[in-house]
């Protein structure tokens, strides 16, 4: 499969899908509180996206079994929601989401500390998210794709930071995933040129320590091998020829 470009009449699709993530996200941020587990947050967030008319894009994908992703702590993402598993204050918890919206899909994934986390964990929540901003800054018509990869990447390593390689942002459209691959560090080579009408879900992982991942016997969560914490920023762009239109965010 190659890029697709898509139409204005996708672009108006992909735009309210991606609205309505803005706004699932914003319900699950003000529902999150300690003692809850993350079987509830799933079963919200389930809830939200029907309430709008959409489908939930992960239930099912290659068998995943909800609708949210909810990652804790050392999980980098794809943490399966379970009624055992109880959220505590201290605890980072990313949530990524996916809606279908008349056929278009749109990604968004955040992370928040409960209650007081600390400083550490604090940090690495900011970094995260400002190394998509970073990104996203070379996310424009005659550029390539892996300016982006480079500026996310260098700038979440300049505090030591662990950028996870093994798993990467994707194109998005009429599928959760398309081309082009987008990894979130430096590239050998430049990448696809940008063009307006792509959409892209560009999605750093950081951890605290080593970037090394590995998969539970779930076949789904990924955890950082060395224990450290793990933050996830995600959302769904629109390239232009000028700055970039942020679908899931306001
Ligand atoms: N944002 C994640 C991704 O782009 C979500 C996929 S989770 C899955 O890969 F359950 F749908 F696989
Ligand atoms: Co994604």
């Not at 509830?40 to 939930?56: A, F, H, T, V, W």
């Not at 056929?103 to 604090?122: C, K, L, M, P, W």
């Not at 929540?125 to 800054?137: L, P, R």
Request: aromatic share 8%.
């Amino acid at each position: 499969m190659s890029v697709t470009i898509k139409s204005q009449r996708e672009i108006e699709l992909m735009r309210e899908a991606g609205r309505i993530l803005y706004e699932v996200h914003e319900g699950l941020r003000k529902e999150l509180k300690p003692g809850m587990s993350t079987w509830q947050i799933d079963k919200l967030g389930e809830e939200m996206i029907r309430s709008y008319g959409c489908e939930p894009s992960f239930l099912n994908y290659n068998g995943y079994p909800a609708s949210i992703c909810v990652s804790v702590n050392d999980e980098v993402v794809h943490g399966i929601p379970s009624k055992d598993r109880i959220i505590g204050e201290g605890d980072i918890v990313s949530l990524d989401a996916g809606v279908i919206y008349k056929g278009y899909h749109s990604d968004a994934a955040r992370t928040y500390g409960i209650g007081e986390v600390s400083a550490e964990a604090q940090k690495l929540m900011e970094v995260t998210k400002q190394s998509f901003f970073e990104g996203i800054k070379y996310a424009r018509e005659g550029n390539h794709l892996h300016d982006i990869s480079a500026a996310i990447g260098n700038y979440a390593r300049q505090f030591g930071y662990g950028v996870v390689e093994d798993l990467v942002g994707h194109g998005i459209g009429q599928h959760l995933h398309e081309d082009p691959n987008i990894p979130n560090f430096p590239q050998r080579r430049r990448g696809v040129k940008l063009q307006a009408g792509m959409t892209l879900a560009v999605e750093p992982m950081i951890n605290i320590g080593r970037p090394d991942v590995c998969w539970l016997d779930d076949d789904w969560t990924v955890v950082t091998e060395d224990g450290t914490l793990s933050a996830h920023y995600e959302n769904t762009i629109l390239i232009t020829k000028g700055e970039p239109e942020i679908l899931t965010l306001r």
